[in-house]
């Protein structure tokens, strides 16, 4: 999987072909990784990593129980995943762990 411009990641178009091919196939999970990692990296912007949780939730198929598993409102986790929505930290790590994604910290070396 190759994605070259974030436009690719966030069309509605392509959130449940991501989603469909990602359920129980370990190699689509791993270059879906790789291309939001490679985006993010040269972007920096934000919305990529809402835009994967999103996918990922939608592969998972159940945010009423993403929800409840991340202790936040179901109205939380859908604003999460809107265009332009400004989350809390600890809501996006709450999903994000629930989700089965870390978060890692690393700096930037130039």
Known sequence: MK??????????????????????N??????FEKAINEVYNS???????????????EAKGNISKLARDSNIE???????FKKGSNPTFK?????????????NLSFAHK
């Open 91 to 103: 809501n996006v790590a709450a999903v994000s762990h629930n989700l089965g994604v870390n978060l």
């Open 26 to 31: 370990p190699n689509e999970l791993k270059a």
């Open 43 to 57: 972007t920096g912007d934000i919305e990529i990593i809402l835009t994967a949780l999103k996918v990922l939730a």
């Open 3 to 24: 994605i070259k411009k974030r436009t690719e990641i966030s069309s509605m178009g392509l959130f449940e072909g991501f989603a469909k091919k990602l359920q129980n």
């Open 74 to 80: 179901r109205a939380s986790v859908y604003n999460l």
